[in-house]
């Protein structure tokens, strides 16, 4: 066991976590924070990305006490106080999520890409989310409201 | 009509949970002194099992129970039921061997489980799962179709000689064969139809917990179908009756009809929860999904087109072999023949047609339904073998189809394999997509991508589809256990918001949204005041859930009859406080209005009425505003209409590259284009990905060599474009929505036009054949093959 500190979501904690246990099991297990999925075993799906000191990071390829430290943002402290993130708020006028599972996951990764390149391109934005799986919409709207987040995002930056 | 009503792409009311990281999947519940399993899978494809030890597994930390096959035997556990039953062309039934929910004695797949692991951390029954010793004596194994019907093959079950389950036909034989004997032009193609697996992102998962005090069980499950898990384990596998199980499928990520099935584990939670006195829970690794989820597909055909000189179609003839793995899964035997064969007409006439269909063991996972299920394989041998015959008549790929399209004023038309189409129109989505695609600039694209050293193709296929499953009294003939009709309540609150009750479930399809849109075009009433409940046995009075792209035309269809009866009642009401005839009494855009008259009732006081039933025909009219309906449906929807896809082949390193899609479908009156588009999106994608990426590889052992998602290649963003999707609509004549259903078209549709393109592409380089996935190294060595035959 291993005592670690970190910031999730702006909130402090402190806790006792085996050496082996994932970063996305402290967040959905410890700290019940469940928008964070889980999707396979092998860091292919990417339903887990969250923010690890403001880079986007696969939780279930890193271990917790390896974020000792850390300021962790998740899915649900992305906005805050139940408002959208214009990325959500993409998301949800273009139709980019069906059943939700890799929406987590997609936005985070998202997100960081349009802040580190706000104004993409199409190809750009299929590479960027090449670590993260969807069944679901084909991408085709998940692109669509990345496009339109980003064009937000550069219209309010104006 | 309403700007929230039929045809408005209004943005989706479940969205805001799932963008807050607020949605409740099942892994997400955890539950007061909540325990974990963990399943000890067989690592062989068949095997004895001399014996098991869990001495040292149960002295572990924290280590509440170690149960085996031989613990499931004792507490008189059901085995899974097979819900189809197929007859063979003797007239003998299928083969359904036992399907037991831990293996005793024996394992016939590598993955079958063993032995469940409970502990009061996952990690502890992970750690324990390893220290139960299992003493295995492995045994030859078959995992492939051609392999598994050679003589001296392995046998997966004794009672099954040959590995044989059924041996099963139809269509006319004799009139089949009186056509081949005339006909000017036979053309024959062999294929395969590569095994996938469904991979919805959201692994199965289950939470199973037994009330001692009340006893009953609560099971929540990643289910696409809560009252028919629920059916089964009263009917067959708990035996506990109905009234003491709760069946809860909270959101759910993704089904592709791998969480239609009733699965071991669900079963096995609620067992051991009354066991050990917690509640278990089980969450499937990915690994462990691709060695525990139904897989779909898997066929190997041989089909024979009979045509006149000039390309008229005039017979044709289908052998197929049909893997169903190791066990007979939910509905695994009506997968190869009544949702296959039964579609083999295409969007064509054809006036002669025989299927002759094999269903075979195999030591491998259990094979039933995925995205589409049966139609997809009916179309791709059926697509593939028409571009087959226009090469060799050397007619248009475009024009063979045209010629042989069913014309809109044929229908209703009567196939020669059972079915009976009720409308559409093949020309009209043939032009739409042919245009949306811009066909007569293909050579100029083609010369352009030559110029970039790139290969060139254009791919068709034209296809119809049978969904909106189905006629219960139909399907029952056909072999089906269940009826497959859908519920719901509409229940008016006195202040005029409307909770609607469905047996349909939503795991993205956004019925929350699109229901509500459709009690709003009747009533009136804004979608923000109309709830929908679904996924929870306890809450929905039945249900058959949602598969077969079934949810809006069946599902729909019994909303709109339960809503039909609640208009009916409220005319009367109407009439009361108008002091009118019912007779004369209309309703019409939330209004109740004396015909010919201005008087008129909202529906909101109506309701009010019906609950403060001060002033109220008491006598005839009971209070309250509620009403039911079960809706079966006549016959099968029928979708249809035309995919085309542009590919750009590397011929260095045989990747392809799909650079267009365009396709136009016929999916029936819309309710939400928005949501309509995207499933013809997540359908192509789909499609795409078995054509060019998805296999799940079995070695000569039964070993599955493509078991994750490293090994096992799933569409990404960067391997798609995006998709041109159009609609023409002709509505469905024999359901009150006029609905046909979209979920699974474009993974019906798109996988033979997507291999088509490429053989067009490789076409200048003597290449004829190819099966899917046409991977980069399959690609690359049929033009090598092609080129060295050729030298
Ligand atoms: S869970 Fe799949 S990448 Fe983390
Ligand atoms: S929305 Fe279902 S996996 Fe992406």
Same mark, same amino acid.
């Given at each position: 066991m291993a005592t670690i500190s970190l910031k999730v979501n702006e909130k402090s904690h402190v806790v006792d976590v085996e050496a082996r246990t994932l970063l996305v099991e402290l967040l959905?297990?410890?700290?019940?924070?469940?928008?964070t999925h889980v999707?396979?075993?092998?860091?292919?799906?990417?339903?887990c990305t969250v923010w690890v000191d403001g880079k986007s990071v696969k939780?279930?390829?890193?271990?917790?006490?390896?974020?000792?430290?850390a300021a962790v943002t998740t899915i649900e402290g992305?906005?805050?106080?139940g408002k959208l993130h214009p990325m959500q708020t993409a998301f949800h006028t273009c139709h980019?999520?069906?059943?939700?599972?890799?929406t987590p996951g997609m936005v985070m990764r998202a997100t960081e890409l349009i802040q580190r390149n706000p104004n993409p391109t199409e190809d750009e934005v299929r590479h960027g989310l090449e670590g993260n799986l969807c069944?679901?919409?084909?991408?085709h709207n998940i692109v669509k409201a990345v496009l339109t987040a980003a064009e937000t995002v550069r219209g309010g930056a104006q | 009509m309403s700007d929230q009503g039929l045809g408005a792409s209004v943005a989706r009311k479940e969205d805001r949970r799932f963008l807050l990281g607020k949605g409740r999947y099942t892994d997400d519940v955890t539950l007061p002194n909540q325990s974990y399993a963990v399943f000890v899978r067989s690592p062989h494809a068949n095997a004895a099992i001399r014996s098991i030890d869990a001495r040292q597994a149960l002295a572990?930390?924290?280590? #509440?129970a170690v149960l085996t096959g031989e613990d499931a035997a004792a507490d008189d556990l059901g085995g899974i039921p097979c819900g189809w039953t197929i007859t063979s062309k003797d007239g003998s039934k299928m083969v359904a061997p036992p399907h037991p929910a831990l293996v005793k004695?024996?394992?016939?797949?590598?993955?079958?489980?063993v032995a469940m692991v409970i502990a009061e951390t996952r990690a502890q029954a992970k750690d324990a799962a390893q220290l139960v010793e299992v003493d295995y004596d492995p045994q030859p194994a078959v995992a492939h179709l051609n392999a598994a019907v050679a003589n001296g093959a392995p046998q997966v079950? *004794?009672?099954a000689p040959g590995n044989v389950c059924f041996d099963w036909h139809l269509g006319d034989a004799a009139a089949t064969d009186a056509e081949f004997a005339k006909a000017e032009r036979v053309v024959a193609i062999d294929l395969t139809n590569n095994r996938v697996a469904p991979?919805?992102?959201?692994p199965r998962a289950a939470n199973g917990y037994y009330d001692d005090v009340e006893d009953r069980y609560t099971l929540y499950t990643t289910s696409q179908n809560p009252h028919l898990t629920r059916l089964l384990l009263a009917a067959?596998?708990?035996?506990?009756?109905e009234q003491k199980l709760r069946v809860v499928a909270p959101?759910?990520?993704?089904?592709?009809?791998?969480?239609i099935f009733h699965y071991a584990e669900e079963l096995l939670v609620l067992w051991a929860s009354k066991k050990v006195g917690h509640p278990v829970k089980w969450t499937s690794d990915r690994s462990e999904a691709f060695l525990s989820d139904a897989h779909g597909r898997d066929h190997v055909t041989h089909a024979e087109l009979a045509l006149t000189a000039?390309?008229?179609?005039?017979a044709l003839s289908v052998r197929t072999l049909a893997n169903m793995g190791a066990y007979l899964s939910t509905f695994a035997p009506a997968?190869?023949?009544?949702?296959?064969a039964t579609l083999l007409s295409g969007p064509y006439v054809i006036p002669a047609i025989y299927a002759e269909v094999k269903a075979i063991f195999t030591h491998t996972v259990p094979v039933d339904a995925v995205r589409g299920a049966g139609r997809p394989e009916a179309t791709y041998l059926l697509e593939r073998l028409v571009d087959k015959a226009a090469r060799e008549l050397g007619i248009d790929r475009v024009e063979i189809r045209r010629k042989n399209l069913i014309q809109p *004023?044929?229908?209703p038309y009567q196939t020669p394999v059972a079915l009976q189409y009720d409308v559409g129109d093949y020309p009209a989505t043939l032009d739409m997509a042919l245009q949306a695609i811009d066909y007569g600039k293909f050579a100029e694209r083609k010369a352009e991508s030559e110029q970039r050293g790139k290969l060139r193709g254009f791919g068709i296929s034209t296809y119809i589809e049978a969904c909106g499953i189905a006629p219960s009294a139909l399907v029952g003939a056909l072999g089906?256990?269940?009826? #497959?009709y859908e519920a719901a309540t509409v229940r008016v609150h006195p202040t005029g918001s409307v909770t609607v009750f469905t047996g349909s479930h939503s795991h993205g399809q956004g019925h929350e949204t699109t229901f509500a849109q459709l009690v709003n075009e009747r009533?009136? @009433?804004? @979608?923000?005041n109309i709830e929908i409940v679904h996924g929870d046995t306890d809450r929905i009075p039945f249900g058959m859930g949602t598969?077969?792209?079934?949810?809006?035309?069946v599902g729909g269809s019994a909303i709109y009859k339960a809503v039909d009866k609640i208009v009916d009642k409220g005319k009367k009401i109407a009439a009361h406080l108008l002091e009118a005839n019912v007779a004369d009494v209309e309703f019409e855009d939330g209004k109740y209005r004396v015909?010919?008259? *201005?008087r008129e009732k909202t529906f909101g006081e109506v309701a009010f009425t019906a609950y403060?039933?001060?002033?109220?025909p008491i006598d005839t009219v009971e209070p309250g505003l509620e009403d039911s309906a079960f809706y079966d449906p006549k016959n099968f929807t029928f979708p249809g209409g035309c995919h085309l896809v542009e590919v750009e082949v590397d011929?260095?390193?045989g990747v392809v590259e799909v650079v267009d899609v365009a396709i136009a479908d016929?999916?029936?009156?819309? @309710?939400?284009p928005m949501i309509v588009d995207g499933q013809a999106h997540g359908g192509l994608a789909h499609g795409i990905g078995q054509a060019l990426l998805e296999e799940c590889v079995y070695d000569t052992e039964g070993? #599955? #060599?493509?078991?994750s998602f490293m090994s096992y290649t799933m569409p990404r963003a960067a391997d798609l474009p995006s998709f041109k999707v159009g609609n023409h609509v002709t509505a469905?004549?024999?359901?009150?929505?006029g609905i046909k259903g979209v979920g699974e078209v474009g993974a019906i549709g798109v996988p033979p036009a997507v291999i088509n393109a490429v053989l067009d592409a490789l076409a200048p380089l003597g290449v004829t054949h190819l099966d899917m996935p046409a991977t980069p190294e399959k690609v690359w060595r049929a033009i090598q093959a092609a080129q060295g035959g050729a030298a």
């Amino acid at each position: 066991m291993a005592t670690i500190s970190l910031k999730v979501n702006e909130k402090s904690h402190v806790v006792d976590v085996e050496a082996r246990t994932l970063l996305v099991e402290l967040l959905r297990e410890h700290l019940r924070l469940t928008g964070t999925h889980v999707g396979c075993d092998t860091s292919q799906c990417g339903a887990c990305t969250v923010w690890v000191d403001g880079k986007s990071v696969k939780s279930c390829a890193m271990l917790a006490v390896e974020a000792d430290g850390a300021a962790v943002t998740t899915i649900e402290g992305l906005s805050g106080n139940g408002k959208l993130h214009p990325m959500q708020t993409a998301f949800h006028t273009c139709h980019g999520l069906q059943c939700g599972f890799c929406t987590p996951g997609m936005v985070m990764r998202a997100t960081e890409l349009i802040q580190r390149n706000p104004n993409p391109t199409e190809d750009e934005v299929r590479h960027g989310l090449e670590g993260n799986l969807c069944r679901c919409t084909g991408y085709h709207n998940i692109v669509k409201a990345v496009l339109t987040a980003a064009e937000t995002v550069r219209g309010g930056a104006q | 009509m309403s700007d929230q009503g039929l045809g408005a792409s209004v943005a989706r009311k479940e969205d805001r949970r799932f963008l807050l990281g607020k949605g409740r999947y099942t892994d997400d519940v955890t539950l007061p002194n909540q325990s974990y399993a963990v399943f000890v899978r067989s690592p062989h494809a068949n095997a004895a099992i001399r014996s098991i030890d869990a001495r040292q597994a149960l002295a572990a930390p924290g280590v #509440l129970a170690v149960l085996t096959g031989e613990d499931a035997a004792a507490d008189d556990l059901g085995g899974i039921p097979c819900g189809w039953t197929i007859t063979s062309k003797d007239g003998s039934k299928m083969v359904a061997p036992p399907h037991p929910a831990l293996v005793k004695g024996k394992a016939r797949h590598t993955g079958d489980p063993v032995a469940m692991v409970i502990a009061e951390t996952r990690a502890q029954a992970k750690d324990a799962a390893q220290l139960v010793e299992v003493d295995y004596d492995p045994q030859p194994a078959v995992a492939h179709l051609n392999a598994a019907v050679a003589n001296g093959a392995p046998q997966v079950w *004794d009672e099954a000689p040959g590995n044989v389950c059924f041996d099963w036909h139809l269509g006319d034989a004799a009139a089949t064969d009186a056509e081949f004997a005339k006909a000017e032009r036979v053309v024959a193609i062999d294929l395969t139809n590569n095994r996938v697996a469904p991979n919805a992102i959201e692994p199965r998962a289950a939470n199973g917990y037994y009330d001692d005090v009340e006893d009953r069980y609560t099971l929540y499950t990643t289910s696409q179908n809560p009252h028919l898990t629920r059916l089964l384990l009263a009917a067959y596998t708990l035996k506990v009756p109905e009234q003491k199980l709760r069946v809860v499928a909270p959101d759910v990520g993704g089904g592709f009809g791998s969480k239609i099935f009733h699965y071991a584990e669900e079963l096995l939670v609620l067992w051991a929860s009354k066991k050990v006195g917690h509640p278990v829970k089980w969450t499937s690794d990915r690994s462990e999904a691709f060695l525990s989820d139904a897989h779909g597909r898997d066929h190997v055909t041989h089909a024979e087109l009979a045509l006149t000189a000039d390309g008229k179609f005039r017979a044709l003839s289908v052998r197929t072999l049909a893997n169903m793995g190791a066990y007979l899964s939910t509905f695994a035997p009506a997968i190869p023949t009544y949702l296959h064969a039964t579609l083999l007409s295409g969007p064509y006439v054809i006036p002669a047609i025989y299927a002759e269909v094999k269903a075979i063991f195999t030591h491998t996972v259990p094979v039933d339904a995925v995205r589409g299920a049966g139609r997809p394989e009916a179309t791709y041998l059926l697509e593939r073998l028409v571009d087959k015959a226009a090469r060799e008549l050397g007619i248009d790929r475009v024009e063979i189809r045209r010629k042989n399209l069913i014309q809109p *004023d044929q229908f209703p038309y009567q196939t020669p394999v059972a079915l009976q189409y009720d409308v559409g129109d093949y020309p009209a989505t043939l032009d739409m997509a042919l245009q949306a695609i811009d066909y007569g600039k293909f050579a100029e694209r083609k010369a352009e991508s030559e110029q970039r050293g790139k290969l060139r193709g254009f791919g068709i296929s034209t296809y119809i589809e049978a969904c909106g499953i189905a006629p219960s009294a139909l399907v029952g003939a056909l072999g089906a256990g269940a009826g #497959l009709y859908e519920a719901a309540t509409v229940r008016v609150h006195p202040t005029g918001s409307v909770t609607v009750f469905t047996g349909s479930h939503s795991h993205g399809q956004g019925h929350e949204t699109t229901f509500a849109q459709l009690v709003n075009e009747r009533l009136g @009433i804004p @979608i923000e005041n109309i709830e929908i409940v679904h996924g929870d046995t306890d809450r929905i009075p039945f249900g058959m859930g949602t598969y077969g792209s079934r949810s809006a035309a069946v599902g729909g269809s019994a909303i709109y009859k339960a809503v039909d009866k609640i208009v009916d009642k409220g005319k009367k009401i109407a009439a009361h406080l108008l002091e009118a005839n019912v007779a004369d009494v209309e309703f019409e855009d939330g209004k109740y209005r004396v015909a010919g008259t *201005d008087r008129e009732k909202t529906f909101g006081e109506v309701a009010f009425t019906a609950y403060v039933p001060h002033n109220y025909p008491i006598d005839t009219v009971e209070p309250g505003l509620e009403d039911s309906a079960f809706y079966d449906p006549k016959n099968f929807t029928f979708p249809g209409g035309c995919h085309l896809v542009e590919v750009e082949v590397d011929p260095e390193t045989g990747v392809v590259e799909v650079v267009d899609v365009a396709i136009a479908d016929d999916v029936g009156v819309i @309710i939400n284009p928005m949501i309509v588009d995207g499933q013809a999106h997540g359908g192509l994608a789909h499609g795409i990905g078995q054509a060019l990426l998805e296999e799940c590889v079995y070695d000569t052992e039964g070993q #599955l #060599l493509s078991g994750s998602f490293m090994s096992y290649t799933m569409p990404r963003a960067a391997d798609l474009p995006s998709f041109k999707v159009g609609n023409h609509v002709t509505a469905c004549t024999h359901n009150p929505t006029g609905i046909k259903g979209v979920g699974e078209v474009g993974a019906i549709g798109v996988p033979p036009a997507v291999i088509n393109a490429v053989l067009d592409a490789l076409a200048p380089l003597g290449v004829t054949h190819l099966d899917m996935p046409a991977t980069p190294e399959k690609v690359w060595r049929a033009i090598q093959a092609a080129q060295g035959g050729a030298a």
